[in-house]
């Protein structure tokens, strides 16, 4: 993935321990753990004067910049250069990686961290508001499933990227013989040792 464009640099933290304010699918641990292969440090954070929207087609959501709103999320802590290049991957080209300032809520303190923005401001298809637990109650499990198919894939020599591997599970989720091989197919790898 190309670096962020100019006027949006990544956090240059000391030693490639990189601080990235998560507000979608990535503040769930299992997702966290699928992509990187651990769960991180990290705090609850509101990063203000953005809106998380949600996006007709997609189960996961986008910010972008709006005057006066913020958004909740959590800050992750300690992420190697390795793993924040994992996230560009993941992130695809959907997402700009944008610095940003946070605000710790727990300690209230203002903080420098990466975050992914929507790429395309002018997008027709975001609207309204995402809800994280309506998420996690509805969508988590096939999002972990497909995410960890994308983590497999990675690993494969032609792979696709996120939103190819997403709308491709997506499309066999909607058939239900195909969803359960999926599932069965992705928890074998599970088992062994992916």
Known sequence: MAPPP???PAAAAVGGAHSVFVYGSLMADEVVSAIIKRVPPSSAALLPNYHRFSIKDRIYPAILPVESKKV???VIMGITDAELHI????EDVEYVRTRVEILSTDSSETILADTYVWADAEDPHIYGEWDFEEWKKLHMK????????FMHGLEQPESKSRVETYQSFMQAIEQPETRTQLLTDIQGDLNNGL
């Open 6 to 8: 100019a006027g949006a």
């Open 72 to 74: 909740a999320g959590k």
């Open 87 to 90: 996230l560009d991957e993941f």
């Open 142 to 149: 096939d999002f972990l499933a497909m995410t960890l198919g």
